[in-house]
């Protein structure tokens, strides 16, 4: 991450004026936030005076990234070689004899290595810092209309994004990743809270081949996939953590991030070509796409055109192989889970859709298209274990029937939602929820889907 720094040290060592000189201890180039350090100039075995040098420091890198180069002093060195470690990070000093020069590059830590930081500590800063999303906070307050305050928060604020409401979008996986990362960045680069990354390290990831973004903190040394702790915001849109086995198996297969921006910046960053090359392109794509959820419980197994599968085969496996399409099974929070797809209207011009019950119970199905900004909801349906349904989506009218395992073809209700918003903009908290305060809801069929709201709310 200190590609500037790196550059100066090349130019540097590429200037050979000052190479009948060096800058004394030789083998420390690392030392700890307040720590003093005595540095000399030496040419052979003669040591040079102090009132023949000009000391300086005139690079410095924050190993916050977001701090640009220069704008933050990482040390300082008075007149007779004392170099001071003030901020962490990399820097640059400097000596200058006559018209001779010699540099030395000097890393700034937190802490000692055997100092371990406490990954509770860290929880608990993060739930502080890291924000809860619009989403929950207009959700809160009784602006969510039905289905979407019964979905899990983030596939809800997605597909919210999908049909115009941009005040959502800086809460999605990726903005939310951001988010992560700029709260550890600052962490790592302030005084008091850097040892609590100490013996740690951290990087942005993926699941579902690259259609999920996260962060991942784990010791240093080890392989985050089987030590990492994640830090992810998205699916309950407020700060939660996950181990990396139940990332894992809601998520799978991750990997570290394959986005251009993070490529190779950070120990978890890998190639576009990590997953064979099938890669979910982001992010103008979910404002371009047809996207849906399933409730469950039930399985889910999308075909193309071309046979293309995408979702849980009969072994219970999962198979991706639709280009730009992604499925996600995302934990809801009555220790669920409910299934989150977004197709790429290129890559076919229908799709089948086959759900398969896990249990007896009921399931809803719903699906949008981002052209109109409407979607298409089929209702509650019941299933047992082992029946199937089905559906054929035309993506460029996506109104299609749903057939039961008894036959029954069900028409989907069209809706359009409208989300109320405080004239100051501010979002207005209210613990009680009326239907006609909650929201306006537009649609073919408003008496069942208004009683049916009744009935789910207090």
């Known amino acids: 991450m200190y590609d500037e720094l790196e550059r100066c040290a090349k130019e ?8 009948d000189y060096f800058i004394y201890p030789l083998l420390v180039d690392e030392v700890v936030v307040g720590e003093e350090l005595q540095l000399s100039v030496k040419s052979g075995t003669t040591t040079i005076e102090n009132n023949k040098i000009k000391w300086e420091v005139p690079y410095h890198e924050s190993i916050n990234p977001k701090i640009e180069f220069n704008k933050i002093k990482i040390g300082e060195i008075d007149k007779n070689g004392m170099f001071t470690a003030v901020n962490v990070g990399k820097c640059i000093v400097r000596a200058t004899i006559g018209d001779k020069r010699v540099d030395k590059k000097i890393t700034v830590k937190c802490c000692e290595e055997e100092q371990k930081g406490e990954i509770e500590d860290l929880k608990y800063h993060y739930d502080l810092r890291i924000p809860e999303s619009n989403f929950t906070k207009d959700r809160r307050a009784g602006k969510i209309p039905f289905p979407f305050d019964d979905m899990t928060p983030g596939t809800a604020n997605n597909i919210l994004v999908s049909l115009g409401y941009s005040q959502y979008a800086e809460h999605t996986c990726g903005g939310y990743q951001g988010d992560v990362l700029t709260f550890l960045h600052d962490v790592q680069a302030d005084l008091e809270d850097c040892k609590m990354l100490s013996g740690y390290e951290f990087g942005p990831i993926e699941g579902s081949y690259g259609g999920h973004h996260a962060v991942v903190v784990y010791p240093n040394g080890t392989d985050w996939k089987k030590t990492g702790t994640v830090f992810d915001p998205w699916p309950a849109q407020y700060p939660e953590t996950y181990t990396i086995a139940q990332w894992e198996e809601l998520f799978s297969p991750i990997n570290g991030d394959t986005s251009a921006a993070y490529r190779l910046k950070y120990p978890t960053t890998k190639s576009l070509d990590d997953y064979g090359g099938l890669t979910w392109r982001m992010p103008e794509y ?15 197994l999308i075909t193309d055109e071309q046979g293309r599968r995408l979702g849980v085969l009969s072994n219970g496996s999962m198979v991706y192989e639709i280009p730009d399409s992604f499925l996600l099974k995302v934990p809801d929070e009555e220790d669920g889970y409910q299934w989150y797809f977004v197709l790429d209207p290129e890559e076919s011009d229908e799709y089948s859709f086959e759900i398969t019950g896990t249990e007896e119970g009921t399931f809803e199905f719903l699906i949008s298209n981002a052209e109109d900004n409407k979607f298409q909801y089929y209702g509650e349906n019941q ?6 349904a089905e559906a054929v989506i035309d993506i460029d009218d996506p109104v299609g029937h749903l057939t039961l395992p008894n036959g029954t073809q069900i028409e989907p209700e069209v809706l359009e939602v409208i989300i109320e918003s405080s004239s100051s903009g501010d979002l207005k908290i209210n613990t009680i929820r009326p239907i006609a305060v909650m929201v306006t809801v537009i649609i073919v069929g408003f008496v069942m889907v208004s009683s049916r709201m009744k009935r789910r709310k207090p």
């Open 12 to 19: 540097i060592v590429d200037n050979k004026e000052g190479a």
């Open 286 to 300: 979910l404002l371009e796409s047809t996207i849906g959820a399933l409730f469950c419980p039930v399985d889910l």
């Open 383 to 388: 299933i047992k274990k082992g029946e199937k």
